[in-house]
């Protein structure tokens, strides 16, 4: 009879075994067979190897399934990575923004910095709906700015239209399809008026901006860094993979990590981890609320929490898909330059989309605007904008990708205010938001984007049968 070591090993053994045979087609670069018109060519999708199937079978077998020791290590690693205080994980990166932003309603911090129902977190109008629904689903006022149609991202021109003395309290946006907004601007922006400023980083794992400082010196750090907090996705679409999952990054400021960990853990206010009960050594000591003195700890609970966490085995998977991480973002660099290449010639049609501070592309290069910051997209998707001048609509674009078996998507919401959900929040409380200018740059992202996938998975066979696919389809109008 084996012993249970030599059982795990030949459970592992045939694990990577299997896993080499049945999962070709999520390998890196697509080690399978393509079909044109038959084989689907994802948008995005879950990249991997019998590496990450092995560690999460290695974990079930040891069978501690809530948050533990890999969950640990792949918060520590996935820190170091981004060069911050501490990561945290939660179950997904809508759960990263809703815990991020209702750590910073805590009573614990000052009243100057405390977000109170009421208070204006100024954000921009196209892109995810879970980037904004923490503001509103905590009683705060979204201020709704444009989007620069070109990159995605937040127009930081009407900054100032949008400031309110005593009532303005953050920013919150996301870098766009892996583009990073103009971080030289807002951080200026947030500093001056003493704001908090939460980078949605959940498409941008691994995009860098650099920017002049005062003293002339060049600082280049990864987006998720600059802000005071921070929020990484982890489902199969998105740079690395848990299956689902998400992280809060914790910048700079430790005493944010007990707040953070607080509304993830339902609430409570003890501060131990799992497995530990008297890391304060007053567990019994407290006298807090309106509870007796000693109280236990563990059981006082200070915020109105939630339990957000993930389990263990999707962390051991993450620990996987880190190592990864440096050739998963190049592959994406790579492909993204491929398509602008190789569909060029379709300017007529096509307007491209541009890294921030970017002016034009050529074939050797960016030429860069005159700020002296620089921006290094880990691409979450290859943008287009339908001119509309061309013989046909993006929702056409759309239909004969899709026929074609090609992935694509919208910029996901759209102009968010045109979505019936925020429709309904205006007509039933119209004192719900604010909205600063008309909104044409969220409503040309609506009416003519579209984007393409740039992921690892793609092989160069699925890149070349959709830049035919697209010159057809134009060729054909």
């Not at 922006?189 to 794992?205: G, Q, S, T, V, Y």
Request: aromatic content about 10%; overall charge negative.
């Amino acid at each position: 009879m084996k012993t249970p070591k030599e059982l795990r090993a030949e459970i592992l053994r045939l694990t990577r075994d299997y896993s080499s045979q049945v999962h070709r087609a999520q390998r890196p670069g697509g080690d399978m067979e393509f079909v044109p018109g038959e084989t689907m060519v994802p948008y995005a999708g879950r990249v991997f190897t019998e590496d990450e199937v092995e560690a999460g079978v290695g974990s079930m077998l040891d069978f501690w399934l809530t948050l533990g020791a890999e969950g640990e290590e792949f918060e520590r690693l996935l820190g170091e990575f981004l060069g911050v205080k501490r990561s945290i994980l939660v179950n997904s990166g809508s759960s990263a923004n809703l815990v991020a932003f209702s750590s910073l309603t805590s009573q614990k911090l000052p009243p100057e910095k405390r977000i109170r129902p009421g208070d204006e977190v100024i954000t921009c109008a196209a892109g995810f709906p879970t980037t904004v629904a923490p503001i509103i689903q905590n009683g705060a006022v979204p201020v709704f700015l444009d989007n620069d149609p070109v990159t995605g991202n937040i127009d930081t021109r009407s900054l100032e239209d949008a400031f309110s003395a005593g009532k303005t309290k953050a920013v919150m946006c996301a870098h766009t399809l892996g583009n990073p907004y103009d971080l030289r601007t807002i951080l200026d922006f947030c500093e001056r008026h003493d704001l908090w400023l939460i980078e949605d980083n959940c498409d941008a794992l691994g995009s860098s901006y650099t920017r002049q400082t005062a003293d002339g010196q060049v600082q280049t750090q990864l987006t998720g860094t600059w802000g005071d907090l921070s929020t990484q996705s982890f489902y199969p679409p998105h740079h690395l993979t848990l299956g689902e999952g998400g992280a809060i990054n914790i910048v700079k400021s430790m005493p944010l990590k007990v707040l953070v960990e607080s509304f993830r853990d339902w609430g409570r206010d003890c501060w131990c981890a799992s497995g530990k009960a008297n890391t304060c050594n007053k567990r019994f000591d407290w006298q807090l609320g309106e509870l007796p003195h000693g109280y236990d700890h563990k059981y006082i609970y200070s915020h109105i929490g939630y339990n957000l966490k993930p389990l263990d085995p999707q962390a051991a998977i993450g620990r996987r898909q880190l190592e990864k991480l440096p050739q998963f973002v190049e592959a994406r660099k790579k492909n993204w330059q491929y398509l602008r290449t190789c569909l060029d010639s379709l300017g007529e049609f096509f307007e491209f989309s541009l890294p921030t501070h970017a002016k034009e592309w050529s074939r050797d290069g960016f030429l860069w605007d005159e700020s002296g910051c620089r921006t290094d997209p880990s691409w979450f998707g290859f943008m287009l904008l339908v001119r509309p001048g061309a013989p046909f609509t993006h929702t056409d674009f759309a239909k004969a990708l899709d026929a074609k078996r090609i992935g694509n998507r919208m910029l996901f919401g759209g102009n968010l205010l045109r979505q019936p959900a925020f429709v309904q929040l205006r007509q039933d409380r119209p004192n719900a938001l604010r909205i600063i200018g008309d909104l044409s740059g969220a409503d040309r992202i609506m009416n003519e984007a579209i984007f393409l996938g740039v992921y690892p998975g793609l092989s160069q066979k699925m890149l070349d049968y959709v830049i035919e696919t697209v010159r057809a389809f134009v060729r054909a109008k």
